[in-house]
């Protein structure tokens, strides 16, 4: 396994033992028949192509959206951990212009290509810096698990092949984020967040910045 699968690895399980542990103690000192909660979780946002650089220069931001299930443990002395599968959809737009730039073309070439698409089911695990869930808190997350990506092929029109052939892969992913939950009745929390995400593929991988928001629901 390489390195940055282990720090990976390192931070998803870490946080994990530190809040639950802290989390069990307030639980048994305190209100040990609290149990945790399940929520539905929707987000959306943009997508910005970070690397490698054919990657930056060809695709532009565009939208993502996702949802799933998560399970969030009471509140300790530190805070509380949230446990979630997600599963989301990241489109990035094709730009002719920046194409065209990256390779030299003129500007009267006629390029072809169209949007990128990456898919993603990962475990994610959200430390919440929250001694109540009724108050607003930051938050950090850490998430590991299946990631997709499929470009198309990139050209000019009417030539023999294409400058950049189709890429698929199925791999391995993870991501990193913060953000900030805004509870805003009950049962429902409104939140912002910004993530880090890399497919881990044969190469340099895929690099996207994520920024958005979305709700949680308590089921």
């Known amino acids: 396994m390489n390195r940055p699968l282990l720090v990976l690895l390192s931070c998803l399980i870490l946080p994990s033992v530190l809040f639950s542990q802290t989390d069990t103690a307030a639980a048994v000192t305190e209100s040990p ?72 073309l003129p500007a009267s070439a006629k390029v072809y290509g169209y949007p990128g698409d990456i898919f993603t089911g990962m475990v994610q695990f959200r430390g919440v810096f929250a001694t109540s869930k009724d108050k607003i808190a930051p938050y950090f997350t850490t998430g590991l698990g299946f990631y997709h990506i499929a470009l198309p092929a990139l050209g000019i029109e009417n030539t023999p092949a294409p400058l950049y052939e189709e890429y698929k892969k199925s791999t391995i992913g993870w991501s990193v984020g913060l953000g900030v939950d805004v509870p805003v009745m009950e049962r429902v929390t409104l939140f912002a967040d910004g993530k880090f995400l890399l497919g881990v593929t044969e190469t340099n991988g895929h690099k996207l910045f994520t920024a958005g928001g979305g709700v949680r629901v308590k089921i």
């Open 33 to 104: 028949s609290v149990p945790g909660t399940w929520e539905v979780v929707a987000a959306g946002g943009w997508t910005f192509p970070y690397e490698p650089s054919e990657f930056k220069d060809h695709f532009k931001t565009n939208f993502n959206f996702g949802g799933g299930i998560a399970y969030s443990l009471p509140p300790g002395d530190v805070g509380y951990g949230e446990v979630s599968l997600l599963f989301h959809y990241y489109n990035a737009l094709f730009t002719r212009s920046g194409f065209r730039t990256a390779n030299n």
